[in-house]
């Protein structure tokens, strides 16, 4: 079943401003991860946050994560045109053997207007 | 260079054939997986290698069977297409399957169409 679920599903925003992105899950973690893919192509890592972290930076990505509310947060600041992509949540969670499993919620298709 | 590539990017046939989708990837790395992504954009693992060794199987018809000659090849080979295959499949890869190592990096994609 789906693990995260994105919030809000579309946002359009105009250049220059903020775009925050939510995440919630259901089950325990690993780690969370971000991913951004572009309309016709693969998904492309963004930033990794693990379970025992709260907080993490990466250029003008701000990710958060609050294990005790099972939710995350993707800000991306100043955005641009190029940031124009779904973004997806994903979940590392333990399965079997040891092995960790990602599960991917639906995305949040994100439009920046110049 | 590519890091992760599929082949083809684009494939087009008829019910009930027999189809199969290529993947490499360069990074040395030891795992590899195969996701759908449906037309709502929902993306679902598949299958998921270690070392050419089977580690995930989630409820998957019997029709698609992968394949790891070795461990920089994933292979996804579906027999008797349907209708409800129609989708986009990216194969990833990850340096190990650990909470530690969990980036993957994805492939193009291959949009499949059954007629």
């Known amino acids: 079943s789906q693990q995260g679920e994105e919030d809000p599903q579309a946002l359009s925003i105009q250049e220059g401003e903020n775009a925050t992105m939510n995440c919630s899950y259901k089950?325990?973690?690993?780690?969370l991860q971000w991913y951004r893919q572009n309309s016709g192509r693969g998904l492309v890592h963004l930033i990794l946050?693990?379970?025992?972290?709260r907080e993490k930076h990466s250029g003008r990505l701000r990710v958060t994560l609050d294990t005790s509310k099972k939710s995350s947060s993707l800000l991306i600041t100043a955005s641009r045109a190029a940031d124009t992509a779904s973004y997806f949540c994903?979940?590392?969670?333990?399965?079997?053997?040891?092995?960790?499993?990602?599960?991917f919620g639906a995305g949040t298709r994100l439009a920046v207007h110049p | 260079d590519t890091a992760v590539s599929q082949t083809p990017k684009y494939l087009v046939t008829q019910m009930g054939n027999d189809k199969s989708i290529k993947c490499e990837q360069n990074?040395?790395?030891?795992?590899m997986y195969w996701y759908k992504q449906d037309s709502k954009k929902f993306l679902k693992i598949m299958f998921s290698?270690?070392?050419?060794?089977?580690?995930i199987n989630e409820t998957v018809p019997n029709r698609f069977s992968p394949k790891s000659p070795d461990k920089a090849h994933l292979n996804l080979h579906i027999n008797s297409l349907e209708l409800g295959d129609s989708a986009v499949y990216f194969c990833?890869?990850?340096?190990?399957?650990?909470?530690?190592?969990?980036?993957?990096?994805f492939g193009p994609g291959t949009r499949l169409t059954v007629l």
């Open positions: 990833a890869s990850s340096q190990g399957t650990s909470g530690e190592h969990g980036e993957q990096f």
């Open positions: 089950t325990s973690i690993n780690n």
């Open positions: 946050i693990r379970s025992n972290e």
């Open positions: 994903a979940t590392g969670s333990p399965f079997s053997g040891g092995y960790n499993k990602l599960i």
């Open positions: 990074l040395g790395h030891d795992t």
């Open positions: 290698y270690n070392n050419k060794e089977l580690i």
